[in-house]
């Protein structure tokens, strides 16, 4: 299944809008995490383990909410933001929809599919990738690329390096036999090695494990706290983010399940 093309071109329109909104200047996002949240959009980053799923997208009152992973590594958590901004243009308000999760980003369906179209152009549109290959890698010729080149991509879109070559291989960039050489020295040299040769954005190869919640939910946690919806365990969780203590907000109340755990808010949050 693919995107037809006058879907595709209101895709890339709508992605090169947000990178106006967000003022971005360079080849990629600085941080694109802070640049959602400019946006408008409430950033949760929760660390739920690398085999959790990876984000979801939600309409919760008149907040728009995305969260991702931050067990993923870097460039995974990256992309799933930009997947997640591609559900809440095209989907939630679209469609009528106020939630979709994503336990993978694999081509299962359209919304999928575009989600996907989304983040790419968002991360690495076309006319930036053209500009770097003209300007920072000298027009070198695609038969002599190597890893290194890809690392560079890497380090100025802060993608991953199989996002780098798969978008360059939709752009007709590079054909099918060099994507394959690439993918190759990726597996001898690593990703972080190649990084590291050209002082680049290791980063984007660790997971941030990043714990990031918005004012407003943490005052919803307390909230459920002393409506004795959750445990003190949850509260406790929640204000070690902001160097909180829960006995500054404890009520009298019975005891509560206490192995239920942040997650345990997370679905309060989906509901």
């Not at 971005?24 to 799923?53: C, M, Q, W």
């Amino acid at each position: 299944m693919s995107v037809n093309k006058a879907r595709q071109l209101m895709i890339e329109k709508i992605a090169e809008n947000v990178r106006v909104e967000c003022n971005v200047t360079d080849y990629g996002f600085h941080n694109l995490f802070e640049a959602t949240e400019k946006a408008g959009y409430r950033v949760i980053r929760y660390p739920i383990g690398s085999e959790s799923f990876l984000g979801f997208a939600l309409l919760k009152d008149t907040d728009r909410i995305i969260f991702s992973n931050s067990s993923l590594i870097l460039a995974r958590e990256i992309f799933s933001v930009a997947h997640e901004i591609g559900h809440q243009k095209l989907h939630l308000s679209e469609q009528g929809i106020t939630i979709i999760r994503d336990d993978d980003f694999k081509d299962r369906d359209e919304n999928e599919i575009e989600a996907n179209y989304f983040a790419a152009c968002l991360l690495m549109p076309e006319d930036k990738v053209n500009k770097f290959i003209r300007l920072e890698l000298d027009g070198k010729s695609i038969d002599d690329w190597n890893g290194l080149d890809i690392a560079r991509i890497q380090t100025a879109f802060n993608v991953s390096y199989d996002m780098a070559v798969i978008r360059l291989k939709a752009l007709h960039i590079i054909p099918v036999s060099v994507l394959e050489d690439l993918r190759l020295e990726k597996l001898e040299k690593t990703t972080a090695k190649l990084l590291k040769a050209i002082k680049g954005n290791a980063d984007l190869c660790q997971p941030a494990e990043a714990k990031k919640i918005p004012a407003e939910y943490l005052e919803w946690v307390i909230f459920n706290y002393q409506e004795k919806l959750i445990p003190k365990k949850s509260l406790e969780t929640a204000l070690s983010y902001v160097d909180l203590n829960a006995e500054d907000f404890e009520t009298q109340q019975e005891e509560m399940d206490e192995d239920k755990s942040f997650d345990d808010l997370l679905k309060g949050m989906m509901d």
